[in-house]
Antibody, heavy 123, light 108 residues
Framework: QVQLQESGPGLVKPSETLSLTCTVSGGSISSYFWSWIRQPPGKGLEWIGYIYYSDITNFNPSLKSRVSIAEDTSKNQFYLNLSSVTAADTAVYYC?????????????????WGKGTTVTVSS | SSELTQDPAVSVALGQTVSITCQGD??????ASWYQQKPGQAPVLVIF???NRPSGIPDRYSGSSSGTTASLTITGAQAEDEADYYCNSRDSSGNHYVFGSGTKVTVL
């Protein structure tokens, strides 16, 4: 059974870069859409983006200029970097496994989620 | 604001049926997936594709779609169904993904 675990600093200063790691256990990191989602306190979910096959990425247009996602198949890990953070980036950050089934209908869904990690942006 | 619109809150009597809707132009061409989130927990996938349920999700959960509206229906709601529910699908450009604004379901 695949499990995901987020790790990284819980506190980041304004204007700095938020960096998180997601470790995948119980399965291979290959062939899935490894995704990041966040949830500000008391608010809804926000899709950040995903990486597929190590070099295909797709990002939320509102974050695209500040976000990058990478993966390391040798470590079964993938990563989120979000630069120039402000208080508005304070949220619970989830890593997740996205899938697109084989077939005539192309659709994406998220079937495995990490437990989430809280990141606060404050000086 | 989200490109997928959901009612903020709905309530349902125990054992009755409730439908949660998700509206957006992209839904005319793309399926939505649905997620249940309880307080302090990560979301859980409940419906994906045309009307698929992951293993372990009760069959009282079902999905449907018509035009620009996707719906999640809980038939015979139980106390444990009280949660926030989010839809997810493509944005209006069709190139990225977005979550709906979320619906809080209260079971009375």
């Amino acid at each position: 059974q695949v499990q995901l675990q987020e790790s990284g600093p819980g506190l980041v200063k304004p204007s700095e870069t938020l960096s998180l790691t997601c470790t995948v256990s119980g399965g291979s990191i290959s062939s899935y859409f490894w995704s990041w989602i966040r949830q500000p306190p008391g608010k809804g979910l926000e899709w950040i983006g995903y990486i597929y096959y190590s070099d295909i990425t797709n990002f939320n247009p509102s974050l695209k200029s500040r976000v990058s996602i990478a993966e390391d198949t040798s470590k079964n890990q993938f990563y989120l970097n979000l630069s120039s953070v402000t208080a508005a980036d304070t949220a619970v950050y989830y890593c997740a496994r996205g899938r697109v089934p084989v077939g005539p209908d192309y659709y994406y869904y998220i079937d495995v989620w990490g437990k989430g990690t809280t990141v606060t942006v404050s000086s | 604001s989200s490109e997928l619109t959901q009612d903020p809150a709905v309530s349902v009597a125990l054992g009755q049926t409730v439908s949660i809707t998700c509206q957006g132009d992209s839904l005319r061409n793309y399926y939505a997936s649905w997620y249940q989130q309880k307080p302090g927990q990560a979301p859980v996938l409940v419906i994906f594709g045309k009307h698929n349920r992951p293993s372990g999700i009760p069959d009282r959960y079902s999905g449907s779609s018509s035009g620009t509206t996707a719906s999640l229906t809980i038939t015979g709601a139980q106390a444990e169904d009280e949660a926030d529910y989010y839809c997810n699908s493509r944005d209006s450009s069709g190139n990225h993904y977005v979550f709906g604004s979320g619906t809080k379901v209260t079971v009375l």
